[in-house]
């Protein structure tokens, strides 16, 4: 089965630096897209940042400039370099990735507190 497993997330203080890290089992998808949303209770989920299989790159609006995505095709791991935190950026951050006849895999989400 499919499984994607973040880490990384945690409590930094505004303008930190936080990286997080998501790892794929199951299925390889170096040909796929991979990313990350996040969603804050009562909100519906936000794009944060796309990486295709071809490497071309989508950011939210709201982290442009801040956040970085990267992956290793090898290890099917995309990363977040998450750089000048802002409290707002606060949310439960989930890994996503899609397959073939383009189904969307979720992670278990992982917490991402900025506050001083």
């Known amino acids: 089965q499919v499984q994607l497993v973040e880490s990384g997330g945690g409590l930094v203080q505004p303008g930190g630096s936080l990286r997080l890290s998501c790892t794929a089992s199951g299925r390889n998808f170096a ?6 949303y996040r ?4 909100k ?4 944060v940042a796309t990486i295709a299989g ?4 989508n950011y939210g609006d709201s982290v442009k400039g801040r956040f970085a995505v990267s992956r290793n095709k090898a ?3 995309v ?12 949310a439960a951050y989930y890994c996503w990735a899609v397959g073939p006849g383009h189904r969307d895999y ?3 989400g992982t917490q ?5």
């Open 31 to 36: 040909a796929y897209a991979m990313g990350w």
């Open 39 to 42: 969603q804050v209770p009562g």
């Open 44 to 47: 519906q989920r936000e794009l």
């Open 54 to 57: 071809g490497g071309i790159t």
């Open 75 to 77: 290890m099917d791991t």
């Open 79 to 90: 990363y977040l370099q998450m750089n000048s935190l802002k409290p707002e950026d606060t």
């Open 106 to 108: 979720w992670g278990q």
């Open 112 to 116: 991402v507190t900025i506050s001083s």
